[in-house]
């Protein structure tokens, strides 16, 4: 049996794309045509941007950050307060972790795997590519590692939801044609993979750069160690998730959390606005420039009968993605992140909807409205601009405030500092060490401010695994909702696609409990 594509790579597409002040241009071609190798070092620049950045753009439906299918998305809703108002085959397995395949229904869950997997295949090839070019050396060094830290990370993204993955190596990639069948990378073979593309990535990588860079939004030093940190601390590897923390908090990366309310009175709403985009909590975005690349969060959450505002107004929308209304309800009063869900507005004909009168599905019967990013005049419709935020400092503060207390099993005042400096940017009243009477009500706290902080910026179902909360979360949240309880220790990560499993004729083994 030849390979599949889902496999290794042959006659694949190449993509060969500009980045040209951080708008993506891109060219498709159907095969690999030697005419289009390398040979200067804009040919090298177009080559990696084209295979190491692809996977990770979102635009419209596209990339591994699409609001529809992407992977913050998938995440989010399968956890304790993700809903959406569609409902269907596509959308309740999802919310309500209740996944078993078959689930030909079910494409987000297959989304990353089955558009994905070659990319780590593709960076390879182009790194063998690359690697002769006759040119200044500290750049191709330099191109390199972003080609390494892209497999790394897109490695790191698959495994959080598959776990191992198939990496093939240069040899397998180099003779297509071959009858062989790549099985899955062991657990302890998937991991080394991802630290060391980090690890010898950031080794070159510059630490950040600023807003005005020409190179804003390719990958940096402090991008590898924010995966890094995020694996170790999936891993529980406690003591190494504290280093890579304290590393992104040196001076050389000039992160540090937005501070300025702006216009918005709120610093946290500051976060998410097209004026104050590529800020400096920002560790890395999707570069979103209209007409190159765009994002489709506001359609998704905005219903079609919100009233216009001073803000902007979008017509059009389709009010599916919500937060639950159980979870809405455990923000404090006074915390400024509610700015940014709407859980009452008037429609055109002057009807109020609220939590007493939640209209239909599409208005605010299941849930409130997560707008997270502002309606804002020059910024509507499906054509949004404002750079989509994967990684931020908030993140890093509040993990390491949690590494500590995990490694030590004791809170500690700068565990409880790190804490407050999220909470007291959210307009909230500051804990000391006697709020909390032990290090499990010291994580619970904390996991709730990491909920509130970063909703649907996939994080949720991440804590929760790893706190060891997941089933116990999914279960109450089926119980609430009168849904069948599917959901086991096995749903911490999703099933291979079926057709991977057939294709791969024994080599491609299910992850267990399926």
């Given at each position: 049996?030849?390979?599949?594509?889902?496999?290794?790579?042959?006659?694949?597409?190449?993509?060969?794309?500009?980045?040209?002040?951080?708008e993506?241009?891109?060219?498709?071609?159907?095969?690999?045509?030697?005419?289009?190798?390398?040979?200067?070092?804009r040919?090298?620049?177009?080559?990696?941007?084209?295979?190491a950045?692809?996977?990770?753009?979102?635009?419209?439906?596209?990339?591994?950050?699409?609001?529809?299918?992407g992977?913050?998305?998938?995440s989010?809703m399968?956890?304790?307060?993700?809903?959406?108002?569609?409902?269907?085959?596509?959308?309740?397995?999802?919310?309500?972790?209740?996944?078993?395949?078959?689930?030909?229904?079910?494409?987000?869950?297959?989304?990353p795997?089955?558009?994905?997997?070659?990319?780590i295949?593709?960076?390879?090839?182009?790194?063998?590519?690359?690697?002769?070019?006759?040119?200044?050396?500290?750049?191709?060094?330099?191109y390199?590692?972003?080609?390494?830290?892209?497999?790394?990370?897109?490695?790191?993204?698959?495994?959080?939801?598959?776990?191992?993955?198939?990496?093939?190596?240069?040899?397998?990639?180099?003779?297509?044609?071959?009858?062989k069948?790549?099985?899955?990378?062991?657990?302890?073979?998937?991991?080394?993979?991802?630290?060391?593309e980090?690890?010898?990535?950031?080794?070159?990588?510059?630490?950040?750069?600023?807003?005005?860079?020409?190179?804003?939004g390719?990958?940096?030093?402090?991008?590898?160690?924010?995966v890094?940190?995020k694996?170790?601390?999936?891993?529980?590897?406690?003591?190494?998730?504290?280093t890579e923390?304290?590393?992104?908090q040196?001076?050389?990366?000039k992160?540090?959390?937005?501070?300025?309310k702006?216009?918005?009175?709120?610093?946290?709403?500051?976060?998410?606005?097209?004026?104050?985009?590529?800020?400096?909590?920002?560790?890395?975005?999707?570069?979103?420039?209209?007409?190159?690349?765009?994002?489709?969060?506001?359609?998704?959450v905005?219903?079609?009968n919100?009233?216009?505002?001073?803000?902007?107004?979008?017509?059009?929308?389709?009010?599916?993605?919500?937060m639950?209304?159980?979870f809405f309800?455990?923000?404090?009063?006074?915390?400024?992140?509610?700015q940014?869900?709407?859980?009452?507005?008037?429609?055109?004909s002057g009807?109020?909807?609220?939590?007493?009168?939640?209209?239909?599905?599409?208005?605010?019967?299941?849930?409130v409205?997560?707008?997270?990013y502002?309606?804002?005049?020059?910024?509507?419709?499906i054509?949004?601009?404002?750079?989509?935020?994967?990684?931020?400092?908030?993140?890093?503060?509040?993990?390491?405030?949690?590494?500590?207390v995990?490694?030590?099993?004791?809170?500690?005042?700068?565990?409880?500092?790190?804490?407050?400096?999220?909470?007291?940017?959210?307009?909230l009243?500051?804990?000391?060490?006697?709020?909390?009477?032990?290090?499990?009500?010291?994580?619970?706290?904390?996991?709730?401010?990491r909920?509130?902080?970063?909703y649907?910026?996939?994080?949720?179902?991440?804590?929760?695994?790893?706190?060891?909360?997941?089933?116990?979360?999914?279960?109450?949240?089926?119980?609430?909702?009168?849904?069948v309880?599917?959901?086991?220790?096995?749903?911490?990560?999703?099933?291979?696609?079926?057709?991977?499993?057939?294709?791969?004729?024994g080599?491609?083994?299910?992850?267990?409990?399926?």
């Amino acid at each position: 049996m030849k390979n599949k594509n889902i496999y290794i790579i042959g006659l694949i597409a190449l993509i060969i794309c500009g980045l040209q002040s951080c708008e993506l241009k891109s060219e498709m071609y159907d095969e690999i045509n030697p005419q289009i190798y390398p040979k200067t070092e804009r040919d090298v620049r177009d080559l990696v941007t084209g295979n190491a950045y692809t996977p990770f753009h979102n635009y419209n439906y596209g990339g591994m950050f699409n609001v529809a299918n992407g992977v913050m998305l998938i995440s989010d809703m399968a956890s304790d307060y993700g809903f959406c108002t569609w409902g269907g085959s596509v959308w309740e397995p999802l919310e309500f972790a209740r996944w078993t395949p078959p689930v030909q229904d079910i494409e987000r869950l297959y989304y990353p795997w089955t558009t994905f997997l070659n990319g780590i295949s593709k960076m390879t090839l182009t790194i063998d590519r690359i690697s002769g070019v006759n040119m200044d050396q500290n750049r191709l060094n330099q191109y390199i590692a972003e080609l390494r830290c892209g497999r790394g990370f897109l490695a790191f993204l698959l495994y959080d939801l598959y776990g191992p993955v198939i990496v093939a190596d240069l040899e397998t990639l180099k003779n297509p044609m071959d009858e062989k069948i790549l099985p899955r990378l062991s657990e302890e073979e998937m991991r080394e993979f991802i630290v060391t593309e980090l690890t010898e990535a950031a080794k070159v990588l510059p630490y950040s750069y600023g807003k005005s860079d020409a190179d804003y939004g390719r990958f940096t030093k402090g991008l590898c160690h924010m995966v890094l940190l995020k694996f170790y601390m999936q891993t529980q590897q406690w003591n190494k998730a504290i280093t890579e923390a304290r590393e992104l908090q040196k001076p050389e990366y000039k992160y540090a959390l937005v501070t300025d309310k702006g216009a918005e009175g709120s610093a946290y709403a500051n976060i998410f606005t097209f004026a104050n985009e590529k800020n400096a909590e920002t560790i890395w975005s999707v570069n979103c420039v209209s007409g190159s690349q765009v994002h489709v969060w506001y359609p998704h959450v905005v219903p079609n009968n919100l009233k216009s505002s001073p803000n902007g107004a979008f017509a059009g929308g389709w009010g599916g993605y919500k937060m639950t209304w159980k979870f809405f309800k455990t923000f404090e009063e006074n915390d400024q992140r509610k700015q940014t869900i709407i859980s009452e507005y008037e429609d055109w004909s002057g009807n109020v909807y609220n939590e007493a009168n939640k209209g239909q599905n599409n208005s605010l019967l299941d849930g409130v409205i997560p707008l997270k990013y502002k309606i804002e005049t020059n910024n509507v419709g499906i054509e949004c601009q404002t750079d989509w935020i994967v990684y931020r400092y908030a993140d890093v503060l509040t993990l390491l405030a949690e590494a500590i207390v995990r490694d030590g099993n004791t809170i500690t005042q700068e565990a409880v500092n790190l804490l407050n400096e999220v909470r007291i940017r959210a307009g909230l009243t500051a804990y000391t060490l006697a709020s909390f009477s032990d290090s499990r009500d010291f994580l619970d706290k904390l996991l709730m401010e990491r909920a509130h902080e970063f909703y649907y910026e996939g994080c949720r179902r991440q804590d929760l695994i790893r706190d060891g909360s997941y089933v116990k979360a999914m279960t109450q949240k089926c119980t609430d909702y009168g849904q069948v309880v599917l959901v086991n220790e096995n749903h911490h990560r999703f099933p291979l696609p079926e057709p991977a499993i057939i294709a791969g004729q024994g080599i491609i083994k299910q992850n267990p409990g399926y």
